[in-house]
Nanobody
Framework: QVQLVESGGGLVQAGGSLRLSCAAS????????MGWYRQAPGKQRELVAT???????GYLDSVKGRFTISRDNAKNTVYLQMNSLKPEDTAVYYC????????WGQGTQVTVSS
């Protein structure tokens, strides 16, 4: 079974930066499109950024130009560099495949203060 472990979240002021990491187990990782999702309190989970096995990326409009997704297939790891953070980016961030597996990791909390 795939395991996903997210890390790198924290409390940051508006305009600050964070870099999230997601370590995935299993060789299937290399062949999957991966994504970062987030869920804010009282809201549905949304897909924020995607990266294909070949490195093509896609972003939610609200994060374009501020977030950058990348991956290291040798390390089975996906990253999300988040710059110019806004209070509305506050959420628990998760990584998963796209479309998602049924298993979800614990996520990592990102809190942006104004």
């Amino acid at each position: 079974q795939v395991q996903l472990v997210e890390s790198g979240g924290g409390l940051v002021q508006a305009g600050g930066s964070l870099r999230l990491s997601c370590a995935a187990s299993g060789s299937i990782f290399t062949f999957k499109t991966m994504g970062w999702y987030r869920q804010a309190p009282g809201k549905q989970r949304e897909l924020v950024a995607t990266i294909s096995s070949g490195g093509s990326t896609g972003y939610l409009d609200s994060v374009k130009g501020r977030f950058t997704i990348s991956r290291d297939n040798a390390k089975n790891t996906v990253y999300l560099q988040m710059n110019s953070l806004k209070p509305e980016d506050t959420a628990v961030y998760y990584c998963n495949s796209v479309p998602s597996w049924s298993y979800w990791g614990q996520g990592t909390q990102v809190t942006v203060s104004s």
